[in-house]
């Protein structure tokens, strides 16, 4: 069994940046895949980046990709998500999630964070 808890999301202003952590319990973190998700009212929910076990394969949304990075600190059971440039689009509520096998090619994660809400402002 798998916790996630995630913090750091708030109101910014469009440009503005803020880094979201991942805290996850237990002994196995390093053996899980991780990944951020966001949905915004209205949406469906997609990936915005996913990190491997070892952090040898990374992956991007398109509408992120030179704006937001991902990394994992195994030793501290933690994942992050650097998000610069912000933009109102960006605006949702954004959750990590684990999974010992998804490859980065799906929603389905078998361990959902409860999710923190990003909101940027024009």
């Known amino acids: 069994q798998v916790q996630l808890v995630e913090s750091g999301g708030g109101l910014v202003q469009a440009g503005g940046s803020l880094r979201l952590s991942c805290a996850a319990s237990g002994r196995t973190f390093g053996s899980y895949h991780m990944g951020w998700l966001r949905q915004a009212p209205g949406k469906e929910r997609e990936v915005v980046a996913f990190i491997s076990r070892s952090s040898g394969n990374i992956r991007y949304l398109d509408s992120v990709k030179g704006r937001f990075t991902i990394s994992r600190d195994n030793a501290k059971n933690t994942v992050y998500l650097q998000m610069n440039s912000l933009k109102p689009e960006d605006t949702a509520i954004y959750y990590c999630?684990?999974?010992?096998?998804?490859?980065?090619?799906?929603?389905?994660?078998?361990?959902w964070g409860q999710g923190t809400q990003v909101t940027v402002s024009s």
């Open positions: 999630a684990a999974d010992r096998f998804n490859d980065g090619s799906s929603l389905l994660y078998q361990y």
